[in-house]
């Protein structure tokens, strides 16, 4: 069974940082592509971040572009990401998915003084 | 970057009915590839999202068959033949041709009237 489980969500004061992790299990982790996607309280998604198989290739969405880093581990089957500058704007709940077909059950970031 | 415009945003149906959802996109989304990699995403209240559709209309496993897609270029639909309770959610298309970033539509929600 594919399984994917964040963690390191919370709150944080904003210009502060924060490191999600994303432990997987079931599937072939280092073939895949990896994303972080959030969602804003009573919003809609959006695409953060992604990873290719090796950790070769990543992209970001303008909004996270130079706060945020995707990295993984394919030895320990996790994928993180880690935010610094962390704003107002980034309060969300962020998911990590595989392949654009598996989610994770989510964990919420809270930036507020 | 690729707009994705879901109308309506607001679906009111009747259990039992069909429902239709449009997705119209600001470019083409065939790949150089000649793939069009345009997906529908469900997301139950409290749940994560979960996959229906990947390339336009081929339904994911587990999916049930009155889930369908269809379109090509620009437009899209999503269409639930006979509308059940479970069904209550919003759905999502997305675009994964034109990355990054892969892009989301605003969302439509659906509710039993």
């Known amino acids: 069974e594919v399984q994917l489980v964040e963690s390191g969500g919370g709150v944080v004061q904003p210009g502060g940082s924060l490191r999600l992790s994303c432990a997987v299990s079931g599937f072939s982790f280092r073939n895949d592509w990896m994303y972080w996607v959030r969602q804003a309280p009573g919003e809609g998604l959006v695409l953060v971040s992604h990873i290719n198989g090796d950790g070769t290739g990543t992209t970001y969405a303008d909004s996270v572009k130079g706060r945020f880093t995707i990295s993984r581990d394919n030895a320990k089957n996790t994928l993180f990401l880690q935010m610094n500058s962390l704003r107002a704007e980034d309060t969300a709940v962020y998911y990590c998915?595989?392949?654009?077909?598996?989610w994770g059950q989510g964990t919420l970031v809270t930036v507020s003084s | 970057d690729v707009v994705l415009t879901q109308s309506p945003l607001s679906l009111p149906v009747t259990l039992g009915q069909p429902a239709s959802i449009s997705c119209r996109s600001s470019q083409s989304l065939v790949s150089i590839d000649g793939n069009t990699y345009l997906y529908w995403f469900q997301q139950r209240p409290g749940q994560s999202p979960r996959r229906l559709i990947y390339e336009v209309s081929n339904r994911d496993s587990g999916v049930p068959d009155r889930f369908s897609g269809s379109g090509s270029g620009t437009d899209f639909t999503l269409k639930i033949s006979r509308v059940e309770a479970e069904d209550v959610g919003v759905y999502y298309c997305m675009q994964g041709t034109h990355w990054p970033p892969w892009t989301f539509g605003q969302g439509t929600k659906v509710e039993i009237q």
């Open positions: 998915v595989r392949s654009l077909y598996s």
